[in-house]
């Protein structure tokens, strides 16, 4: 039974192993996350212990989870939590939702989020969470009852000063909203700074809802600066049309001028040369659950999406999906990250030598977690930030980022992956050597 149009949809997926003929074990996140650190560490000579600190995580939790379903029966879930690095300060990363969860794509995720906290230089560590589910096949009823039991099991590793969730691939404001408040009861108080992303009513931030974009938006906006590149009327497409890929083509078309001339989600993609309306498409998708069909396009599949020429493509949906196999026909100026891993390794340099600039994910859509730390503070405070406020602080912090990567890929002449691993890792060492760990 698909209840699609109810369904909570964040980053969408694709068909992410149709690319090409990349081995499983290239393609084990975990494996990927592993070795672009090795490659940062040999050219930071980092400690041999700090380094194989930072090749695992420092501790996670494997749970069952019993759901009553609305027939009466009762289902196991099984469910992670990944606590990566809290060198820095308390874990923080997202929860997703997704029927092929594994833990070691978990474990990468909490890696990224680990570099994505300190590219962006917030008091914070690395963790992420996962369900194996599929979302999309459960009542509101059920997915309330999976989340809560989420946290009657992973709750007792969580805590403001410990470790903070927040939305990620199909998981919304009011699956954090649940998640608040089973962990209220637990605890007998209100926490609300102990998952972000929530509601508005519940101590949610301005600007969260469309931030991770956002930050994607101001990222592009300095990488067009630098590459002396005028982006009024250039054209893009956005692979994912879900949180992260809705918000691009709003933002891209109102903040940059950008024209975008496809977009996709899991069930394909769509393609106009004059352009596409956001607000049309969106609500296309709004009825009918996916932005095919859309009358005024026609159809493109996600993998030929990819390869357009056009100015910015912004993977925004799962990983693996740019590889050597297709690397060579990529064709924009700029592949603006806003998905988790959609590169692998061996993309990398093949995109770096065609002078494809990439803005590596855990710079480009670092905006989501700098608005969830600007929401840990108000709800600190209990004084909450207007809107332009919100931006002003984003805005500076994704600047920031961008510029320090940038310098350091001219400085070591390697590509922005790497040079915002040297970044990144560099800050989270010395976090951990000034604690004494090694
Ligand atoms: N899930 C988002 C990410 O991958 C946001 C994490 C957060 O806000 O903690 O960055």
Request: charged fraction near 20%.
């Amino acid at each position: 039974m698909m209840k699609r149009k109810s369904a909570p949809t964040n980053l969408e997926s694709v068909d992410y192993h149709a690319v090409g003929v990349s081995s499983e074990s290239e393609l084990n996140p975990f494996r990927i996350a592993q070795r672009q650190l090795d490659d940062a560490a040999k050219i930071l000579k980092l400690d041999p212990a700090i380094h194989e600190l930072l090749r695992w995580p420092i501790r996670e939790l494997h749970v069952a989870l019993p759901v009553r379903m609305d027939d009466g029966s009762t289902r196991v879930f099984h469910g992670f939590r990944v606590q990566y690095n809290d060198a820095r300060g308390p874990c923080k990363g997202g929860i997703r939702f997704h029927p092929e969860e594994t833990v070691d794509t978990v474990r990468a995720l909490a890696a990224w989020m680990t570099w994505k906290t300190a590219v962006v230089d917030i008091p914070l560590g690395g963790g992420k969470g996962g369900v194996i589910c599929d979302p999309r096949e459960l009542s509101q009823g059920e997915l309330e009852r999976l989340s809560r039991a989420y946290i009657r099991q992973v709750g007792r590793i969580l805590g403001l000063e410990k470790d903070v969730p927040a939305p990620d691939v199909y998981t919304t404001p009011q699956i954090m909203a649940w998640m608040m408040d089973e962990f209220a009861f637990m605890q007998g108080y209100n926490e609300f700074g102990m998952i972000t992303g929530k509601p508005l009513a519940l101590g949610g931030s301005q600007g969260r809802g469309d931030a991770t974009a956002r930050g994607g938006v101001y990222c592009v906006r300095e990488a067009a600066k630098v590459l002396n590149l005028s982006l009024q009327g250039a054209t893009a497409a956005i692979q994912g049309y879900g949180n992260a890929g809705t918000f691009a083509h709003q933002l891209g078309v109102d903040m940059l001028g950008l024209k975008i001339v496809a977009v996709s989600d899991s069930k394909g993609g769509i393609y106009n040369k004059a352009g596409l309306d956001y607000k049309a498409v969106m609500a296309h998708k709004q009825q009918t659950g996916s932005v095919i069909g859309f009358k005024d396009a026609d159809s493109i599949t996600n993998l030929d999406l990819l390869e357009l020429p056009v100015t910015i493509l912004f993977p925004s949906a799962l990983e693996n999906v740019i590889r050597k196999e297709n690397a060579p026909k990529i064709k924009a100026k700029i592949v603006a990250e806003l998905a988790n891993g959609p590169t692998t390794p061996d993309a990398d340099p093949i995109l770096y030598e065609n002078g494809v600039q990439v803005l590596p994910d855990f710079l480009c859509n670092a905006g989501g977690v700098t608005v969830s730390y600007f929401e840990m503070v108000q709800n600190a405070y209990d004084y909450y930030w207007d809107l332009k406020t919100v931006h002003e602080r984003l805005d500076t912090k994704m600047t920031a980022a961008f510029h320090a990567v940038h310098e350091m890929a001219q400085k070591y002449k390697v590509h922005n992956r790497l040079a915002a691993y040297l970044v990144a890792v560099n800050r989270v060492a010395e976090a951990m050597r000034l604690r004494g760990w090694a």
